[in-house]
């Protein structure tokens, strides 16, 4: 071979050497080298403990008929990953309010679990302020919703439902004290009774002071059970004017019109939610408890409801947790269903640990399923639970040890027609009884 001949020799074996590990590096395994891929293990079934039965749950009840039942298309949340990322760094906390007593130990009988002694609401607000939490208005919080305008550290609503007369006579002084703002949620037939309502004076007082207005709708009817006793077209009429009603006649008495509003006994489905979004409420507040942050849809915002006794150590727990994230929720968020036995499930989007999830069907710590390949969560219920509302709530840790939850609510339609709540048991907050 010529010194030509073998320049080019030289030449082709360089070219295809370099062709050789330019391919190899292309379809190469992960570096360092290996042979086969490192799988994860797969826990399908971690569970939570067995819940026992206690007394005065009555979520889950023995068997109950289960004929007519009609599969129901899964319902989920308007959340993704990335919006959770970017709008989930102003969580806010919202507290409901309904009664008020100053003197607890002045009563014979037992008070109402809705009836707060005002020591302990003055211990509450006082907790806020050496713990930096801040109370904000319902203006501020618009602003954040709508404006993007942040939000002061560790935010919480401050809300009071009803329009009882103890709310000037013992709340409304304390507030004052501590300079807080808050929320009045009236419904305004309570009003005009002028019974243990608060008087229009004292109102027009406390809007005075700063105190906001809105609307609590007109009679407090659960709304949902109603919906089950009535034409659909007769329905439609009865929401409207339930929903309507306040922003008329508190404009016409305090000048001003709502633009929020809270469900009576927490109740709504998409009916309720469309009807409510078309008289261009801008907010609305459920008492599915938990907290807040902007993936949580603004017609179903999450209120913490505050009963007599709460522990102070429950009570600073509120201000703790953050969202969880969840979707493709089964039933889903405000859903009728027919089914006493639903298989309950949702995708948790936040990266959490798994071996912390817990799973609550109304009171009850219930088993699940979870996958951590799909982030699919699943609870199928052996027994049966009674028409009505029912709350789901989701707890976990993520992997920064950060405490979450999400709470979702959904109504078990009745078999057969049955009598609406009596007024007395509408002021009591009682749900289906």
């Known amino acids: 071979m010529d010194l030509k001949g073998s320049r080019r020799f030289w030449l082709l074996l360089v070219l295809l050497l ?34 026992q039965t206690t007394a005065g749950v009555s979520t889950v009840l023995e068997s109950a008929s289960s004929t007519n039942i009609v599969s129901v298309e899964a319902v989920g949340l308007t959340v993704n990953a990335q919006t959770a990322g970017s709008l989930n760094d102003s969580p806010f906390v919202v507290l409901c309010y309904h009664r008020f007593v100053s003197h607890p130990e002045k009563f014979t009988e037992k008070l109402s679990e809705y009836r707060f002694p005002q020591a302990e609401f003055r211990w509450q607000m006082q907790y806020l302020k050496d713990n930096g939490i801040t109370p904000i208005s319902m203006r501020q919080l618009k602003d954040y919703w709508f404006g993007g305008k942040p939000l002061p550290a ?31 949620f009236l419904y305004t037939d309570f009003i005009r009774d002028q019974g243990d309502s608060l008087t229009l004076e004292d109102i027009k007082a406390m809007q005075k002071y700063g105190m906001e207005l809105e609307s609590h709708t007109k009679s407090h009817l659960n709304l949902g059970y ?13 929401l409207t004017k339930e929903l309507s009603d306040p922003l008329e006649y508190i404009e016409k008495e305090f000048n001003y019109t709502p633009t929020t509003l809270a469900y009576p006994y927490g109740v709504y489905d998409d009916r309720i939610v469309e009807e409510t979004q078309k008289l261009n409420y801008q907010l609305a507040f459920t008492v599915n408890p938990g907290p807040n942050d902007r993936t949580v849809p603004p017609l179903k915002l999450k209120r913490d409801l505050i009963l007599n006794p709460i522990g102070h150590e429950s009570f600073a727990a509120l201000f703790a947790t953050k969202v969880l994230h969840l979707a493709q929720v089964y039933p889903g968020d405000g859903e009728f269903i027919l089914k006493h036995r639903p298989l309950v499930s949702m995708i948790i989007q936040d990266d959490i640990d798994y071996k912390t999830i817990k799973l609550y069907i109304g009171t009850a710590s219930v088993n699940y399923s979870y996958n951590p390949k799909t982030h699919e969560l699943k609870h199928q219920l052996k027994k049966a639970l009674k028409s009505g509302g029912h709350f789901v709530r989701v707890e976990a840790v993520d992997k920064t040890g950060q405490p979450r939850n999400y709470t979702f609510y959904f109504r078990i339609k009745h078999s057969g027609l049955v009598l609406a709540p009596t007024k007395e048991e509408k002021l009591t907050g009682v749900d289906d009884k």
């Open 18 to 51: 370099t062709a050789g590990i330019a391919v190899y590096l292309t379809l190469r395994p992960e570096w360092p080298f290996q042979t086969t891929p490192v799988s994860l293990p797969v826990v399908l079934e971690p569970t939570t403990p067995t819940a």
């Open 226 to 238: 109603v919906e089950e006793k009535t034409t659909a077209n007769d329905f439609s009429v009865l």
């Open 154 to 184: 560790r935010p919480v609503l401050l809300t009071f439902d009803d329009g009882f007369r103890s709310l000037y006579d013992v709340m409304f002084p304390v507030l004052q004290q501590f300079k807080y703002p808050g929320v009045l």
